[in-house]
């Protein structure tokens, strides 16, 4: 089993930009990879996820804002947020996926002021 480390977080103004990183400790080539995200007081949600060959899938609220990526080479998975907004304020989780069995980093907080 990986482990997953984010990167990134921070604050940012409403309409800014910030590009999350996940850090594996071994290959990612044969998991499925995922953003979820919490906020304080909701439920862990799915943001954007990306399959072994690549295949991308967004939540609504994230849909031409968002973009997930990978990098097998480098055990990584980016996800590109642009357009910020305050809603998007929440700890940003990376999770590895691997048959039934799902993998998370620890997070990294992510704030958007208005």
């Known amino acids: 089993q990986v482990q997953l480390v984010e990167s990134g977080g921070g604050l940012v103004q409403a309409g800014g930009s910030l590009r999350l990183s996940c850090a594996a400790s071994?290959?990612?080539?044969?998991?499925?990879m995922g953003w979820h995200r919490q906020a304080p007081g909701k439920q862990r949600e799915l943001v954007a996820g990306i399959s072994i060959r690549g295949t991308t899938n967004y939540a609504d609220f994230v849909k031409g804002r968002f973009t997930i990526s990978r990098d097998n080479a480098k055990n990584a998975v980016y996800l590109q947020m642009n357009f910020l907004e305050p809603e998007d304020t929440a700890v940003y989780y990376c999770?590895?996926?691997?048959?039934?069995?799902?993998?998370w980093g620890k997070g990294t907080l992510v704030t958007v002021s208005a």
């Open positions: 999770a590895a996926g691997l048959g039934s069995v799902i993998t």
């Open positions: 071994g290959s990612i080539r044969l998991n499925t």
